[in-house]
């Protein structure tokens, strides 16, 4: 049964009108109007969350909104006395056919759970708004009106959109099989649905059932190689804990490992935090300390808690190396009940130090997530810190000597309105120089550290390339927006770990053309929620040719490629080019790493060994036996090092740290 709703317009005061329960039967909405919703019940669902925040809902009230002239428009439940959990979907297209334009959850200024979306809008384009009851169905108020803001440029970068049939909430775009090409991940509580990538840009369907995860990805998903068995494992991060899917040796099934700890899960990430060679994860934590899952080498996680942040109001982190020593530290963005932002210094020791005050990151910026990348092209990472509801963006640069400075005015995106809960960094147009992507815009890097923005695109989701021309892809729920070559050229670098973890997550590469150094790190994890590609993609602009790849893997060891072809994937296996000689697989258990004087090891080798000690450049550095296991190390630098253990059946190796 339909049920009334006062419907307040300048040019329609005090007429009743009735909420609608489908998108076929709509109710107008129109600048200057102020709408009153009793409860979300109507009877058709949305067919897609466009907010990139939460799951899919059961019920919605629908509004149509047609555009007069070409403007921006903003829908809000944000005002005094406002006490109700919204959330805004906007969608273009036929009422069979809609798809995602615009949304918003949480934005709200005077009540952090209300919903502002802003997006701009075309004369005679027709635009449907519903409300969902994802988090509630109780009643609110919103406001329609005209926001006073430029128009946009003329499209910067184009897309073309594909659906494609995936099972499952579709958070996540990686390589699943091994073949360097990106593929779609959905997921449930029961499947795995994967979307294999064929030449060509099209795609196979393999859908795995799973055992129920008690914890599905309603949050985040982060994924990666734990168990070293070359294939990724899936971290689930949900409301209340976190649920893994580690992939079999035969990489066709999953096996379930929850942990019963209370987490209320936000961004989830695969990263080797102790830098012993093996993947960890990391969760943040909305209402308690931080939590980490360390790897023992063997592919057994142990939980912990406290060390990478003590308080609550933890939602957006990045690993990241901000003061390039190689090693991985790690910046959460922070909002709700402790909304300053940390910088967790790693000290190369296995502690973190938070250095955010003193960098100036420590100032209670209301945001869900943070773009770090070399904006400038100088070799280090600078850093957008993106608004979900502070009403303002930072943008900082790395001055190169692990200080930074706000550059945020004169950059244009001081004059950004846009905010959301997703704030990446690719290069999309591959000039060579990273953009934005977040607040229902992109913001295109002119090379000088300033931004064009360019609100003609796809919402957030994650990124890969998707056709493998090498350009990159957006995925936005069973949708593909296919990036339009603008003729740049451009690189991809897929990792193969051997004494670092197998996904070569936070490696630093870099790759030298005409027009300078061009930096990446591989991460699992960005953004708010997402999980994207963990090939490394460099856009090269106008450049003829790579002059060299640089590959500085976690474990020290670097890899120096030339005479690469341009336009093309490179696959680098560690140690293959950085002159030592090829390794058999590792069997070592190395403690305690970082090492102090003296090393434990264990593993398939007797206890007198002969042993070598290599360091980065493959140069042999320690050379001797082991005594009963142990070998003394204390006349090493610290440093990254390689251990090479004699055995019956040939040489085994193991990357180590000594600080």
Known sequence: MERSVLLFLSAFTGLCSFAQNTCSTALPIAPGGTYTVLAVDGTQATPANCTGSGGDATHAEWYVFTATVDTTIRISTDYPG??????????????????????????????????????????????????????????????????????????LISFTALDVPVDGNVLACLDMNGDHRDDIVGTSAT???????????????????????????????????IDGNHHNDLLYGGGQGATFMMAT????????????????????????????????????????????????????????????????GNYGSIWTDYDNDGDMDMFVAKCGCDPVDILMRNNGDGTFTDVAAELGFADGHQSWSSAWGDYDNDEDMDVLVGSSASGYHKLMRNNGDGTFTDITAGSGIDLFTGESNE????????????????????????????????????????????????????????TIHFNNSTGNNWLKVALEGTWSNTNGIGARITVMSASGPHIREVRSGDGFRYMSSLNAHFGLGTDPAVLQVEVRWPSGTVDVI???????????????????????????????VPATDRLTVSGAHAPNSAVRVFDTTGKLVLQGQLAANTLDVAVLNCGFYVLEVATAKGSVRQAFSKF
């Open 191 to 225: 499947n795995v649905n994967i979307f294999h990538q064929l030449s060509g840009g099209t795609f196979q369907s393999v859908n795995i059932v799973t055992e129920e995860a008690e914890n599905v990805a309603s949050w985040s998903i982060a994924a990666g190689d």
């Open 562 to 592: 030339a005479d690469v072809d341009i336009n093309s994937t490179l696959v680098v296996v560690e140690g293959q080019f950085n002159g030592v000689a090829e390794h058999a697989a590792p069997a070592l258990t190395i403690f305690p």
């Open 249 to 312: 040796d035969d990489g066709t099934g999953f096996v379930k490992v929850n942990f019963e700890e209370y987490i209320f899960c936000q961004r989830t990430n695969m990263v080797d935090i102790n830098n012993d060679g093996h993947l960890d994860a990391f969760s943040c934590h909305d209402v308690d300390a931080n939590v980490s899952f360390l790897n023992d080498g063997s592919g057994n996680l142990t939980f912990g808690q406290g060390m990478l942040g003590t308080t609550c």
């Open 82 to 155: 406002a006490s109700t959990d919204t959330r805004i979907q906007v969608y273009t297209g036929g009422c069979g056919a809609l798809t995602c334009y615009d949304g918003d959850d949480d934005s709200g200024a005077i009540y952090n759970y209300a919903s502002i979306a802003t997006f701009y809008v075309y004369a005679g384009t027709i635009y449907h708004v519903a409300f969902d009851d994802y988090w509630t169905d109780a009643g609110f108020q919103f406001t329609v009106s005209e926001y006073d803001a430029p128009p946009p440029p003329p499209d």
């Open 423 to 478: 704030w990446t960094t690719h290069d999309f147009d591959n000039n060579g120089y990273l953009d934005i992507f977040g607040g229902g815009g992109m913001l295109m890097n002119q090379g000088d550290l300033t931004f064009l923005v360019d609100e003609t695109i796809p919402y957030n989701g994650p990124i890969g390339d998707l056709d493998d021309d090498g350009y990159l892809d957006v995925l936005n729920a069973s």
